[in-house]
């Protein structure tokens, strides 16, 4: 069971980026899904979480300039990112609570991406 991690880069303040993460292997059902990031010198902070309805919850400072969506088809999470600042520079990880196949038996787990960097500056 993997989560890998697509759609960092360079970008000037204003510009958006979408992220995207998709979840492969062998993989029951898939939880909440969500999104963090850690800037150099500061600890990883959550920016925003969806369950397996649909309901969101953002941190504040994101709130109104990202929005994160799940397509359950394609076991994979989005973060739009519009509006983007320089202090949203971080890597960003996305992480995923499953309920994965071991030998017959299903079991839940917690699964994190390899991060991808985002850089917001002019």
């Known amino acids: 069971v993997q989560l890998v991690e697509s759609g960092g880069g360079l970008v000037q303040p204003g510009e958006s980026l979408r992220l995207s993460c998709a979840a492969s292997g062998s993989i029951f059902s898939i939880n909440a899904m969500g999104w963090y990031r850690q800037a150099p010198g500061k600890e990883r902070e959550l920016v925003a979480t969806i369950s397996s309805g649909g309901s969101t919850n953002y941190l504040d400072s994101v709130k109104g300039r990202f929005t994160i969506s799940r397509d359950n088809a394609k076991n994979t999470v989005y973060l739009q990112m519009n509006s983007l600042k320089p202090e949203d520079t971080a890597v960003y990880y996305c992480?995923?609570?499953?309920?994965?196949?071991?030998?017959?038996?299903?079991?839940?787990?917690?699964?994190w991406g390899q991060g991808t960097q985002v850089t917001v500056s002019s």
């Open positions: 992480t995923a609570d499953l309920r994965i196949i071991v030998l017959g038996t299903i079991v839940p787990d917690n699964y």
